[in-house]
């Protein structure tokens, strides 16, 4: 994003809504010699402070991309009037190799496959959309995407600590070489799922959808499972302090998995298939009991 363009964009916008650079100086808390240089391209707002100048004029955070495109100056900018025309290109976000702290990207959209070798901590990525996603080698700390949509994303060689990703769009995802710490999946969807070569551990599984989901390779620790499974695969796998609790297991297959016979079932229901390839795995059934109809 080029600091001239910034200036002109923040310039239109402060005019459209008719006040001064003092005006949206006293409004962001910072001096109206700031704004002036912003809006003849000398200098540009950090990320923090470009979010906060979005909600003051009133626009959405894509409005300050490079490839967004205004439809007309008396036109609104939001998302119904792009979709309505379309010849318009929709914004699109290069998130990659960024250093991110402590910034709310909520109901971000349209990042496309720009997003890799990239630092966050603490940022919120609520309800946004992220599918189809390519997001490699990044570091992820403490970040929030809940509700968010990840579906068709490709997570490769990336680490992700105490992140929330409650009730998010997982489905048809693949993870590889990734790393999972503390974070949590309560109501995740992950049907369709491939997650290969990676770990888990002391992350929250409580009610995940688990539906044909294919884990190979996958190194579970400190890890509690409760909900439903049903056609899914485990194959390679190695378990350490895991617990399947509440849990009904059906036509899912389990295949020379580590330690395995170290796994506790509580108050677990299986079906016949699932029985015997965790029986043929070694693994301990007490606490499970096979469904009969």
């Given amino acids: 994003m080029e600091t001239k363009m910034i200036g002109n964009k923040i310039a239109e916008a402060r005019k459209k809504l008719n006040v001064s650079q003092a005006q949206l100086a006293e409004n962001l808390f910072i001096s109206p010699q700031a704004v002036g240089k912003w809006e003849r391209g000398e200098s540009m707002p950090d990320i923090t402070t470009l979010i906060r100048l979005a909600k003051v004029l009133g ?8 490839d967004f495109q205004s439809i007309n100056p008396d036109t609104e900018i939001n998302t119904d009037t ?12 290069d998130m990659s190799a960024g250093n991110w702290a402590n910034a709310d990207f909520s109901g971000l959209k349209n990042l496309h496959e720009k997003f890799s070798a990239s630092n966050m ?15 490699r080698s990044n570091n992820i700390d403490g970040c929030d995407f809940s509700s968010s949509d990840f579906a068709g994303s490709k997570i490769k060689n990336s680490y992700l600590s105490k992140n929330e990703f409650k009730d998010c769009a997982l489905n048809e995802t693949e993870f590889s070489e990734s790393y999972f710490s503390g974070c949590n999946f309560k109501g995740a969807n992950f049907t369709n799922a491939i997650l290969k070569s990676g770990g888990f551990e002391k992350s929250i599984m409580t009610n995940a959808i688990l539906n044909h989901t294919t884990f190979v390779a996958i190194y579970f620790t400190d890890i509690v ?14 378990f350490k302090t895991v617990t399947f609790q509440n849990t009904i297991i059906r036509n899912t297959f389990f295949k020379y998995n580590r330690k395995i016979n170290r796994v506790t079932f509580i108050n677990c229901k299986a079906d016949n298939l699932s029985y015997a390839f965790l029986k043929n795995d070694k693994a301990d059934l007490t606490g499970v009991t096979l469904i009969t109809s």
Avoid: A, R
């Fill in 225 to 238: 499972f409760e909900g439903t499974i049903e056609n899914c695969h485990f194959e390679n796998c190695t």
């Fill in 82 to 93: 792009v979709e309505q025309h379309p010849k318009i290109q929709q914004p699109k976000w």
């Fill in 121 to 135: 901590q603490n940022c919120k990525f609520i309800g946004s959309e992220m599918s189809g996603l390519l997001l």
């Fill in 59 to 66: 626009v959405d955070l894509n409005y300050f991309s490079e």
